[in-house]
């Protein structure tokens, strides 16, 4: 028995000739390799008052054949999806989100696919996606700045840091506008990657001494080890590590990889305040907006849960902060 088959315009042509010779639905089904019982639903389902005519028959196919799709993503779910691009959520920790908290299937592909019809007709989900900035590498540099009094390296850093297996292992970096003065403070928490941000007036030691200890003072109990650069905005490390009763450790020159979560936070913070934007301009709303922003965005890396999720639900740490 041969399986069903969809019939073609051009097949709906040549059933209506064969109809017209007084050919029997069975040599039809001959004629067109189908089973007879296809022309015999084609002809009685497709029929019109003036009889069977292939360019109506088809146009009736057609649609009915659309009025029983049902869209592989409802559009419930995208109704859903366009406010979460519009929080700067990826793709990716989109698609992540929705299997974990709905057991509802959008690959990444489909989201990007969706934010190109949506380009295509106007819209502006993809001023939401994130540019990538091809990085220099460095060629012959080496350290020119002082060093800094009783810097302890990295190297001494427990390896408990490394295995992300407790909170309170903090990096902590400027980021600089447009400008030398004013600048963010940013603080990164290794297992659970919470962001903390803070405005300082000028990158001197002393104010970002004091950012730090207003960022970090509430948490004291999920503070243990600070791990920055080599800036001399840090020159103030050993009272900064006294203040919060924990370790500070210094990165080897210009190997960013061992802060790599924080300058990739950076990168993040980037999107909303690049370089050339005067951070004197800033106000605290709109920094509390950005920690906000990604305080509470899933991550892959932590089975997209966000880092609020997995900071806040240690029992050690206080929710009054």
Known sequence: MRPYTQLTQEARYQISALLHTQQTQT?????????????????????????????????????????????????????????????????????????????????????????????????????????????????????????????????????????????????????????????????????????LLQKVVRKTADKVREAVRALLAPLASTVHTLTSDNGKEFADHERIASELDAAFFFAHPYASWERGFNENTNGLVRQYFPKHHRFATITQQEVEGVMHTLNHRPRKALGFRTPTEVFYTQPSVALAS
């Open 27 to 195: 040599t039809i089904a001959q004629v067109l390799g189908v089973h007879k019982s296809t022309v015999s639903r084609e002809v009685r389902r497709n029929r019109v008052q003036r009889g069977y005519r292939p360019h109506q028959a088809h146009r009736l196919a057609l649609q009915r054949r659309q009025g029983k799709a049902i869209p592989r993503i409802a559009v419930a779910t995208w109704r859903g999806i366009d406010p979460q691009l519009r929080e700067d959520w990826s793709p990716e920790q989109i698609s992540g989100w929705l299997k974990r908290e709905q057991a509802c299937s959008v690959t990444p592909e489909w989201i990007y696919q969706h934010i190109l019809q949506d380009k295509a007709t106007g819209g502006d989900l993809h001023r939401h996606l994130r540019g990538r900035k091809r990085r220099r590498k460095r060629y012959g540099v080496y350290e020119r700045r002082g060093q800094l009094a009783n810097r302890v390296s990295i190297d001494a850093r427990p390896a408990i840091v490394n295995d992300r297996s407790r909170l309170g292992d903090w990096a902590v970096d400027p980021i600089i506008g447009c400008g030398p003065q004013q600048a963010l403070v940013s603080l990164t928490e290794r297992r659970s990657r919470l962001t």
